[in-house]
């Protein structure tokens, strides 16, 4: 008779718990995949405007203080991977809360921008650095 008591034929309730938990656990995953696709997605454009944004920053760094032009439009061959993207650079005379000690002539603030559309957002990336005729 204690044999037939002893049988571990069947589920016990361990295992239907563990079961549930593994089965939610994947839905939990599942269900947040596309947002994590989306933010990935993202998070890459919004980098990709900052490398060019900061290129430019280079680029302009490189150039003569007296060639700056007051301003001008980015061009980059990777803009085409933003969906409708544009960009500007913006010259200007140094702010006078910062130039405090009249060297506004030496200096000019340096604005670049990234537009793009992000699905049915638009989405902007901007840096702002000031310019001296002496270099940094």
């Known amino acids: 008779m204690k044999a037939i008591f002893k049988s571990s034929d069947g589920i016990s309730a361990m295992e239907v718990i ?14 947040n995949l596309p947002n994590s696709i989306k933010l990935i997605g993202e998070s890459n454009r919004s980098s990709l405007a900052k490398d060019i944004l900061l290129k430019k920053i280079e680029d302009i760094r490189s150039t ?3 060639s700056l032009a007051s301003s001008t439009t980015i061009s980059d061959p990777r803009m085409n991977k933003l ?3 544009s960009g500007s650079i913006t010259v200007e005379d140094c ?4 130039c405090k000690n009249g060297e506004e002539d030496d200096v000019k603030q ?3 921008e ?5 699905g049915t957002q638009t989405k902007q990336s901007k840096l702002t650095t000031l310019v001296s005729k002496n270099g940094l």
């Open 18 to 31: 563990l079961v549930c938990l593994i089965i939610g656990f994947l839905i939990l995953i599942i269900g």
């Open 95 to 98: 702010p006078l809360t910062v």
């Open 114 to 118: 990234i537009t793009w559309q992000d």
């Open 110 to 112: 340096v604005t670049l």
């Open 64 to 66: 003569s203080f007296d």
């Open 83 to 85: 969906s409708d993207a």
